[in-house]
């Protein structure tokens, strides 16, 4: 086809010697960059031909998707002239009881999500935190030992030649995993023998894999160990110590969540000093929601002093809908009760803008701090039996850490094991021949419908079949002159009067329009 747009026809100087910037026709063409197809390898004959070959499969099974048969209704109307007995009736029943089980399936589904979501699905634990010290070449020690590692006049070496040491262990575990455990085994007794055959391999499989439980390190995303003393005396050996957690992204190709620098229990480090340190740890926390310190107004409100953002909002609306306090005609619009205007300073607050006016109430937690001293001396790294000191008794500490929902890695392990997917496959296997079925059982109705309206009145209902495929035939040629669904020959529309077809009044705009369009045409 010629482009119905014409254009002023340049002349021989203006038009361009070459044929495809002829045909291209005005505007420049911007060149491809140099060496735009290099690197890409050239495709062979045969490799063309399977990626052909693989688009026609692709679309071939799009196309029996789009054919897949979804109706898995069936008209107890239309099947209760058919079939014999109650199963009709039974048939009712089993729709009821499928209904009433989507229903309750659903309810459940929706409470569990709800608990991975909300905040009171978080549980708490202690983590208990153990700090000790040894010590190896003190003054003292070296004494007892005979003397070996005395200068030669006598004295000790201080500095960086002293072989006075300290070695420092910090160390934490969770208090509730041996209930845990205590709890699974009981558990486990008390299943079924054919739930256990059933599971016995998904168990041996995970028995093989090491047990995942809460490391020390999984709760902190950096830890800093800072010594009180002055920096300038020594300030080469006992600069602050710090660990930061590696994270996983495209620069830390190398990130291992197992590694030993990832997933660890305890943290040692050792220094040369033979007088008493006082340090101080700090451990940030690493939560998957970042918890928050609420300002007193805000505490007094959710009756709480720490809170995640999300937390804060929903306890927002928790109290708003406990007070009463949203308005009848929108949900969204709350009216501030006197512990609200001291909160945001507002007589009425649209609820969308809640989290923005919470942001100034919202302070970062600061870091878990431990307060540690390290002792050389002989009272500590030996005991004392007179005050019961057991020999470099550890420095206890308990901290309460969030910890992950039990529901996640249940449904973790249910959504990735064999026997669920098993069993969903073949759940999809029998839907898809319930569908089937159903599909042959309406065509298999169809079909008796005909025979059956065949029989009873042959003349008639060949004469309504003849006019209603000659109505597809005319709808298909666009030659469609009228209604649908009528036969021409019928009594209907024999009969005349004001009670026929030919009195009503679409019969009557019909014609008023028919004769508009012909004296238009005439015209």
């Not at 679309?59 to 014999?84: N, Q, Y």
């Not at 004494?143 to 072989?163: A, P, R, V, W, Y």
């Not at 919470?358 to 870091?367: C, K, R, S, V």
Request: net charge negative; glycine share 6%.
């Amino acid at each position: 086809m010629q482009n119905s747009r014409s254009f002023p026809q340049a002349s021989a100087a203006q038009r361009s010697p070459h044929p495809a910037q002829a045909r291209r026709g005005p505007g420049h063409m911007v060149p491809p960059p140099p060496h735009a197809n290099q690197g890409q390898p050239t495709l062979t004959p045969g490799q063309l031909q399977a990626q052909r070959l693989e688009e026609i499969r692709r679309a071939d099974a799009a196309r029996r998707i789009s054919r897949k048969p979804t109706d898995r209704e069936l008209s107890t109307e239309e099947l209760s002239g058919v079939i014999v007995g109650d199963g009709v009736e039974r048939y009712n029943k089993l729709r009821d009881v499928e209904r009433r089980l989507d229903s309750v399936m659903m309810r459940k589904r929706l409470d569990v999500s709800d608990n991975l979501q909300r905040r009171y699905a978080r549980r708490e634990g202690i983590l208990r935190v153990w700090i000790s010290n040894t010590a190896e070449g003190q003054p003292w020690q070296v004494m007892e030992e005979g003397g070996s590692g005395m200068g030669e006049d006598g004295t000790f070496e201080i500095g960086e030649n002293s072989q006075a040491t300290f070695r420092v262990k910090v160390e934490g575990r969770l208090l509730d995993e041996a209930a845990e455990q205590e709890k699974d085994a009981e558990g486990e007794k008390d299943k079924s023998t054919e739930e256990a055959k059933q599971d016995g391999a998904e168990k041996q499989e995970q028995a093989k894999k090491p047990q995942q439980r809460p490391r020390f390190s999984h709760f902190f995303k950096s830890m800093t160990i800072d010594f009180s003393r002055n920096p300038q005396l020594q300030p080469d050996g006992y600069s602050a110590i710090e660990w930061h957690k590696p994270t996983p992204g495209l620069q830390n190709s190398s990130y291992d969540p197992n590694s030993s620098e990832v997933s660890f229990d305890s943290l040692e480090f050792e220094r040369k000093t033979d007088e008493n340190i006082n340090v101080t740890i700090k451990l940030v926390r690493d939560e998957k929601s970042e918890r928050f310190r609420l300002s007193p107004l805000l505490a007094e409100i959710l009756d709480q002093e720490e809170e995640d953002r999300a937390g804060a909002v929903q306890g927002i609306w928790d109290y708003c809908r406990a007070k009463g306090l949203q308005e009848d005609e929108d949900r969204r619009g709350i009216v501030c009760d006197d512990n609200l205007k001291r909160l945001f300073g507002q007589e009425k607050v649209y609820f969308p803008y809640v989290p923005d006016l919470l942001h100034p109430h919202l302070q970062p937690l600061p870091p878990v701090q431990l307060d540690y001293t390290i002792r050389v001396d002989k009272s500590y790294i030996q005991g004392d039996a007179s005050s019961n000191l057991a020999p470099c008794a550890p420095t206890v500490y308990d901290i309460r850490v969030p910890l992950p929902n039990p529901l996640v890695s249940q449904l973790t392990r249910f959504h990735t094991s064999k026997s669920h997917l098993t069993t969903l496959q073949q759940i999809v296997k029998t839907d898809d021949d319930l569908a089937l079925l159903v599909q042959k059982i309406q065509h298999t109705n169809a079909k008796r419908k005909f025979y059956d309206n065949l029989a009873r009145d042959p003349t008639n209902f060949v004469k309504r079949w003849i006019s209603s495929q000659q109505r597809d035939l005319e709808v298909i040629l666009a030659e469609a002159t009228r209604g649908g669904d009528e036969g021409a020959n019928s009594e209907e529309w024999r009969k005349g009067g004001e009670d026929g077809v030919w009195g009503s009044t679409m019969a009557k705009e019909s014609v008023g329009l028919w004769l508009a369009r012909s004296g238009a045409k005439a015209h």
